[in-house]
């Protein structure tokens, strides 16, 4: 599976930004799609993830209510609607999928395919 992130960029505090994940390959094989992020001297940690088939969501509580992650089968891709951003967004943000069944929140090592990071700025 090949995932292409897109749709980073610098915006203030309050704002709104989207991102895109587009796959391709192998992605029958695909159990869920991640996303995470990864700040400066911090460790990638867990954002959302979308069940590939049933499109059944989960949340960080960092961002629950404020992020939507969804899904657009017919084209293979993954989009994070992000809402009320604030500087501790501020990260680069990977998609990731996986092809089997995780219980609890899913952690970077559970990850069999990595896209490229895509920067996200929040100014204060």
């Known amino acids: 599976v090949q995932l292409q992130a897109s749709g980073g960029g610098l915006v203030q505090a309050g704002g709104s930004l989207g991102l895109s994940c587009a796959a391709s390959?192998?992605?029958?094989?695909?159990?869920?799609i991640d996303w995470f992020r990864q700040a400066p001297g911090k460790e990638r940690e867990f954002v959302a993830a979308i069940n590939w088939s049933t499109g059944s969501t989960r949340y960080a509580d960092s961002v629950k209510g404020r992020f939507t992650i969804s899904r657009d089968n017919a084209k293979n891709t993954i989009y994070l609607q992000m809402n009320s951003l604030n500087p501790e967004d501020t990260a680069v943000y990977y998609c990731a999928a996986t092809t089997k069944f995780r219980l609890g929140t899913p952690r970077p090592n559970s990850v069999d395919y990595w896209g490229q990071g895509t920067q996200v700025t929040v100014s204060s």
């Open positions: 390959g192998r992605t029958f094989s695909t159990y869920a």
